[in-house]
């Protein structure tokens, strides 16, 4: 990897930083080197030829790319828009990364499995997404292994924070609207805190960071899929039932159980979202917080 920005001074290059992880990665990577962020007025991934134009001008040692197409339903009947922002941007960038010699971050999602396995997903599981939001994802998988560049490629899951759109804020809308709420409680999973993604993603760059002086090949040989959501697991409704807990005490409205059947969307969910941290703690030596454990953070922040 080479340095890059001013002097001997690392750049990372932040994209989609208006972003729920985004805005929080500006944040968490700072003091690590020289962090430029962009949002999609300054870096419009469906703008092809400006990603390819953006990586050529800043030479950045990192490229940590949040951005993506993540409004699952809609993705359903814009499928052409989806996979720019999903597969061919992070294609581009990855070419990019490869020519400058710069490593690439790359978020991804659980709904590239189709949710059937009885346990948690290993990252060499085969995929098979039941939705275009998650084939696009898949795809962008794929050209960034293909592309020949350094790159951790980290699948997450349910990401919720403070800002944008999320389950999180939705709950704390409706709850505070109506008296009842009915919640999927029969797809399994674990909501992960978009401060929780940018604070061990921040702990990644600084392994690499330290490490570059001495090993050329520390990104080299770390290159792959990890798995990076929350540990522990819940259901949909789970998760509603310990947001009203913590955020509304006696005030929550009534939480009911009800199975995916009951609530049709466009777009498919797997049941089972689980996935294992091993791989990320095999290599990194860092473990993601509980879901419950950050849900109180961020709620209580």
Not at 35 to 45: H, I, K, P, S, T
Not at 116 to 143: C, F, I, R, S
Not at 230 to 241: N, P, R, V
Not at 294 to 300: H, K, M, T
Request: with cysteine; charged share 25%; net charge negative.
């Amino acid at each position: 990897m080479r340095e890059g920005g001013m002097g001997k001074e690392p750049m990372i290059l932040v994209t989609g930083v208006n972003g729920q992880v985004g805005y929080e990665l500006l944040c968490a990577l700072q003091g690590l080197g020289r962090v430029v962020g962009l949002d999609r007025a300054a870096l419009d991934l469906s703008n092809l030829d400006r990603v390819r134009e953006v990586v050529r001008e800043l030479k950045p040692s990192i490229i940590v790319n949040p951005a993506a197409y993540t409004a699952v339903d809609k993705a359903e009947t814009d499928e052409a828009a989806a996979r720019r922002l999903n597969a061919e941007a992070p294609a581009v960038m990855a070419e990019e990364a490869a020519r400058c010699g710069a490593a690439l971050i790359h978020y991804s999602t659980d709904y590239v499995f189709d949710g059937t396995k009885d346990g948690a997903y290993v990252e060499d599981d085969a995929t098979n997404p039941q939705n275009v939001y998650g084939l696009t994802k898949l795809e962008g998988e794929q050209a960034i292994a293909a592309s020949g560049c350094d790159y951790l490629t980290l699948r997450t899951s349910w990401v919720y924070g403070r800002r944008g759109k999320n389950f999180l804020l939705t709950m704390l809308k409706l709850g505070a609207e109506r008296p009842e709420l009915r919640v999927v409680a029969d797809q399994i999973g674990a909501p992960t805190w978009s401060n929780s993604i940018a604070t061990v993603t921040a702990h990644i760059v600084a392994q690499g960071l330290a490490a570059q002086g001495g090993d050329t090949n520390w990104w080299r040989e770390r290159s792959g899929v990890y798995h990076f959501s929350a540990a522990g697991e819940t259901s949909w409704y789970g998760f509603a039932s310990a947001i009203f807990d913590i955020a509304m005490g006696e005030k929550a409205p009534k939480v009911l159980p009800i199975p995916a059947s009951e609530y049709p969307v466009p777009a498919k969910r797997p049941a089972n979202s689980r996935m294992s941290l091993d791989k990320l703690a095999e290599v990194f030596g860092l473990q993601m917080p509980d879901w419950s454990d950050a849900l109180r953070l961020c709620l209580r922040a």
